[in-house]
């Protein structure tokens, strides 16, 4: 009873500490929201054409029929598409449209159809099949004299494509719980030894337990914050759409676990106040731009993705993208679990390392 009383006593502390210093609000919510509001509105500007895979099977004599060219010429006035050519397997296409073997000749016997291929639960599905239907119904409406009109026929296909907001709006919560974590404690650290607050400490019944815990559990709070922040201005700013599940907890505990054991071993090596921004610099600026939280790793280097492999920030984003956007629980738990042991492994250094009078 004695140990949870003085635990809360440390975390109502950082939490107190945490309200009166701009720095670590800054880096807690104002550079994660900056980051996704520029990155999100960077990539919203760029053109909103949607990517359109034509596989055209009604040839006549090696060339396309004059009813397939026709449609293709409609979808293209809508002007909403990239129309592409089919190759390769059609389930890694986000949108496929096939014109069947016969087409023309069917739509003069009046028994004609065009199928599209698409996952029904992607964002843009809506809006693709209701521009699909639109050519559908202009092409109907110039063969008047048909008896039966063309027929859309939906096929539903596994599509893992995401918008880059979607995408990057976990790494973005990724970034607040590193960045708090790491900055937050080396600077709370550096300035309790410089005021000579830790030494103060060393005098009382506190041990080493309890102030890692305590602030364990200030981390903890301060990442599920952060992360309702983040997910409110993502939903109403980018209308992005969002799977809550307890496991985006379970993630935040291990985060809160993982950087802020990462600041303590840091903060043994620190000495002066205004060092503390520059040794959190280091370690969290190589793991912002190379722990996938911009971009997919499949698109680096062999060499950069070797890297990532190895830094707590990779498998925190990844976890939280697998539950919040493909809402994939093994995968999801399976990044957790390694960030979870990473965050023991540092917190069991961080005590053993620790040391009242070097503090």
């Known amino acids: 009873m004695r140990t949870a009383s003085i635990i809360f006593t440390v975390f109502k502390g950082h939490f107190k500490a945490w309200r009166r210093n701009k720095t670590t609000l800054f880096w807690t919510l104002a550079f994660p929201l900056l980051l996704m509001l520029l990155f999100g509105g960077l990539f919203s500007l760029q053109s909103d054409k949607m990517d359109l895979y034509i596989e055209n099977n009604d040839m006549n004599q090696d060339s396309p029929s004059m009813a397939s060219l026709r449609i293709i010429q409609l979808i293209n006035q809508t002007d909403s598409f990239n129309i592409e050519d089919d190759e390769g397997n059609l389930e890694e296409q986000i949108r496929t449209i096939v014109i069947p073997k016969n087409f023309e000749s069917r739509l003069e016997e009046g028994n004609s159809s065009i199928k599209l291929i698409m996952d029904e639960s992607h964002q843009t599905f809506l809006r693709t099949s209701s521009l699909i239907n639109g050519v559908i119904n202009s092409m109907n409406v110039e063969n008047q004299g048909v008896e039966q009109p063309i027929v859309l026929i939906q096929e539903q296909i596994s599509s893992n494509d995401i918008s880059f907001i979607e995408y990057f709006v976990p790494g973005v919560i990724g970034i607040a719980i590193m960045s708090t974590g790491i900055f937050g404690t080396i600077g709370t650290n550096t300035k309790y030894r410089k005021n000579g607050v830790i030494k103060k400490l060393a005098t009382t019944p506190l041990s080493k337990f309890e102030w890692i815990i305590g ?49 303590m071993i840091i903060s043994t090596v620190v000495r002066e106040e205004e060092e503390a921004d520059a040794a959190g610099n280091v370690v969290t600026f ?3 731009f190379l722990s996938g939280t911009f971009f997919p790793l499949e698109t680096m280097p062999t060499v950069i993705q070797a890297i990532a492999r190895i830094l707590p920030l990779t498998y925190l984003n990844n976890g939280l993208r697998e539950i919040m956007i493909y809402g994939n629980y093994q995968a999801a738990l399976w990044n957790c679990s390694i960030v979870f042991a990473i965050g023991i492994v540092t917190i069991a250094i961080a005590m053993k390392v620790t040391r009242w009078t070097d503090l």
């Open 215 to 263: 602030l364990v559990l200030y981390h903890m709070l301060i990442g599920i914050i952060s992360t309702i922040v983040i997910l409110t201005v993502a939903v109403l700013v980018f209308n992005i759409n969002i799977i809550l599940n307890p496991v985006i907890i379970i993630l935040i505990i291990s985060g809160a676990l993982t950087f802020p054991g990462l600041g």
């Open 286 to 288: 190589p793991m912002l």
